[in-house]
């Protein structure tokens, strides 16, 4: 069983930057792939970032590559993301995930356990 926190959501204006955290208890997440999701009122769930166990490799949706970097401490038991150039758009409630899978998971169906969300929320 793992619980995951996040933390780092805010109030940002749009440019600028947030890091998100991922805090894992209960086991070592470096058995499991991580991924981050975004999801607004009224839309489905939006994969935004994973990242392997090993952290070897990455993924991103377009809308965030380039702005957006996904990283991981397994020693600390940690996975982050860190949120760059912030628009409008990207406000969100963001999702930490765990996958059992060993390749980059992009399906939230995938995945095995959930944290309970932080809010990002960006000013024009």
């Known amino acids: 069983q793992v619980h995951l926190e996040e933390s780092g959501g805010g109030l940002v204006q749009a440019g600028g930057s947030l890091t998100l955290s991922c805090a894992a208890s209960?086991?070592?997440?470096?058995?499991?792939?991580m991924g981050w999701f975004r999801q607004v009122p009224g839309k489905e769930r939006e994969f935004v970032a994973a990242?392997?166990?090993?952290?070897?490799?990455?993924s991103y949706i377009d809308s965030v590559r380039g702005r957006f970097i996904i990283s991981r401490d397994n020693a600390k038991n940690m996975a982050y993301l860190q949120l760059n150039f912030l628009k409008p758009e990207d406000a969100a409630v963001y999702y930490c995930a765990a996958t059992r899978s060993r390749v980059i998971a992009e399906d939230g169906r995938e995945y095995d356990y959930w944290g309970q969300g932080t809010q990002v929320t960006v000013s024009s």
């Open positions: 209960g086991s070592l997440i470096d058995r499991y792939g």
């Open positions: 990242i392997t166990w090993s952290g070897g490799g990455t």
